[in-house]
């Protein structure tokens, strides 16, 4: 392939994927600087490996990549720290300003709320939890493509994913879940 | 509880998730009927899930990330950066000249026409092209009428009418977002053929726009349904956009 041939496979395959690499990056690393890095690691080796991509679907192709440099780059970047409250938090919760146009004021502020409970209870999840269901939930991944992703027998993919689910109702109020 | 249960109420997260197949998912249902337990784990799991999709934080690469990526890849020849910029990049460029140009003249039309029609087609022709120059096009991607209306649902002040299109070429692939003007509004993003179809729609006063009109290469069309103003931009030309307004219509026609 050459140098232009890739370049624009690149810009067609991987590129429009950005966000959804970022997405997984940041929840991975538990801030926005390290997944910045991550994912520039990330698309530099899918850019250099474009050529062993045999067909399918290319997305999760992409995210196993992400999540194999954001593991590496973890190990190798940071202590065993656990970060609580990722700072990407508030930022791109989608939409919430508009909400106090509609609901009132009282009901936006639960809302809000509860949008950053549940932010900080996914934050608090192990990793091995954690990124199950934001392949799942944001990635919008199937159980194959996420056992494909993280490496594992689908059985282990459905009991994470049970496992997170649990974890997750237990830590949020009881009325909102 | 018999064994055959005890599978059933096992297989709620996979039906769920909509991984059991056609011939499981029914025989869920009907153990469903009669299961208070599952009924409510069902409930809960919902919730959750819903929680999950709107609420959870989705940081977007910034520009300077999709830069300095574009900019440390290899290159043929590094001296001649310039002469090698694949086609897309020209274009994208291009593009963004012409952004540049049609917000300079959109300033001009302002004050010729404060609020007028010309200022709102400038404004979702230039929403248009940021969306499609940075490859956001959506914010929640789906095919899936019933999962796109709900994801609106009060994130902005008009409700649209989500439609189906797929059959009649015009598949759905998601929506998102945008603020053209003043205020956040709901954006339909459709596919025809290759080209994306970004349908902005709002609340009008007074006599609803209609008609087309073509600025730089690109189409708007402007139609009305249920008292709600659609405006349809895309680079497919204006016979392919009017094509995709009567399917539309046909569409809502159809529905109860």
């Known amino acids: ?19 959804d690499a970022m997405h997984l990056a940041a929840w991975l690393a538990g801030n926005r600087s390290d997944a910045e890095d991550i994912v520039q690691e990330a698309m530099l080796r899918t850019y250099k490996y474009l050529d062993r991509f045999s067909g399918g679907a290319f997305r999760p192709w992409l995210l196993a990549i992400v999540r194999n440099t954001a593991m590496t780059w973890l190990k190798r970047n940071r202590s065993s720290k656990v970060v609580l409250v990722p700072d990407f938090e508030s930022e791109e919760a989608p939409a919430m300003a508009d909400d106090a146009q509609v609901e009132s004021p009282e009901a936006a502020l639960l809302q809000r709320d509860l949008a ?41 993919v459905m009991s994470r994913l049970s496992r997170a689910r649990r974890l997750l109702m237990d830590a949020l109020p009881e009325h909102s879940t | 509880m018999t064994p055959a249960t005890l599978i059933a109420c096992e297989s709620l997260e996979a039906y769920v998730d909509g991984e059991l197949s056609a011939a499981e998912s029914a025989a869920f249902d009907k153990h469903m009927v009669g299961c208070a337990t ?130 009649a070429g015009f598949p759905l692939i998601g929506g998102r977002l945008d603020i053209p003007q003043k205020d956040a509004l709901p954006v339909l993003v459709y596919k025809a053929g290759r080209h994306v179809v970004s ?9 609803p726009p209609s008609g087309s009109t073509t600025i730089n290469g690109f189409s708007i069309l402007s139609w009305s349904e249920d008292g709600l103003a659609y405006s349809a931009v895309s680079d497919a030309d204006s016979a392919e956009l009017q094509a995709f307004q009567r399917a539309f219509a046909a569409a809502r026609r159809a529905l109860p």
């Open chain 1, 1 to 19: 392939m050459s140098e232009t041939d890739r370049r624009t496979r690149f810009e067609q395959l991987a590129v429009p994927l950005l966000d």
């Open chain 1, 116 to 156: 950053g409970e549940l932010n900080r209870a996914v934050a608090a999840l192990p990793d091995e939890f954690r990124e199950v269901i934001v392949l799942r939930e944001l990635q919008d991944l199937s159980y194959k493509e996420i056992a494909a992703v993280i490496d594992a027998p689908i059985g282990t």
């Open chain 2, 38 to 167: 599952c009924q409510q784990q069902i409930e809960r799991q919902l919730r959750l899930r819903a929680l999950l999709r709107t609420d959870l934080a989705r940081p977007t690469a910034s520009d300077a990330l999709r830069h300095r990526i574009l900019s440390s890849l290899p290159q043929d020849q590094p001296e001649s950066n310039v002469v090698n910029l694949p086609r897309r990049q020209w274009l994208a460029m291009a593009a963004a000249a012409s952004v540049a140009a049609i917000l300079a003249s959109g300033a001009t039309l302002y004050v010729l026409h404060p609020g007028s029609e010309d200022e709102w087609q400038e404004a979702i022709l230039a929403s248009h092209l940021r969306a499609t120059l940075s490859g956001h096009v959506i914010d929640v991607a789906s095919s899936d009428r019933h999962t796109v209306k709900p994801w609106f649902g009060g994130k902005t002040k008009v409700a649209p009418i989500v439609l189906d299109l797929a059959d």
């Open chain 2, 199 to 207: 349908v902005f729609v709002r609340a009008t006063e007074g006599a």
